[in-house]
């Protein structure tokens, strides 16, 4: 599952996963993302971004932790937020992995997941 507003890089990223064999959902909003785990949609894996109209990124995951939404699902930040700070807020709920998307291209995207998905198996 992918949450971020960016229309563009849902697109991209969802491409690059669809055509390496992974089903993939996207939302543009936390609340939007909020609502199909409540229906309960569980997937393996969630990149979410921090900055995002509404609800932001460390929101959406404190909802995820609060109401158990997230099962065995790995929860990655996809942000260009950058600064310790960030990383803090993120790593304080527990975090599977944060990857900063300005440095990062698509296909070592996937391979950073992967490994993330390996790793809590």
């Not at 309960?40 to 990124?57: E, K």
């Amino acid at each position: 599952m992918l949450v971020d507003d960016d229309a563009f890089l849902l697109d991209m990223y969802s491409v690059k996963f669809k055509n390496n064999g992974y089903e993939v959902r996207v939302s543009d909003n936390a609340e939007a993302a909020l609502k199909v785990l409540r229906d309960g949609y569980a997937p393996d894996a969630m990149l979410v971004d921090i900055v995002m109209p509404d609800m932001d990124g460390i929101g959406f995951v404190s909802a995820v932790r609060k109401e158990n939404l997230a099962g065995k699902a790995a929860l990655i930040m996809l942000t260009n937020q950058g600064l310790p700070d960030d990383i803090a807020r993120a790593k304080k709920l527990n975090v599977d992995g944060y990857i900063i998307k300005a440095t990062t291209i698509p296909s070592d995207l996937l391979k950073e997941t992967e490994k993330i998905l390996a790793a809590k198996k």
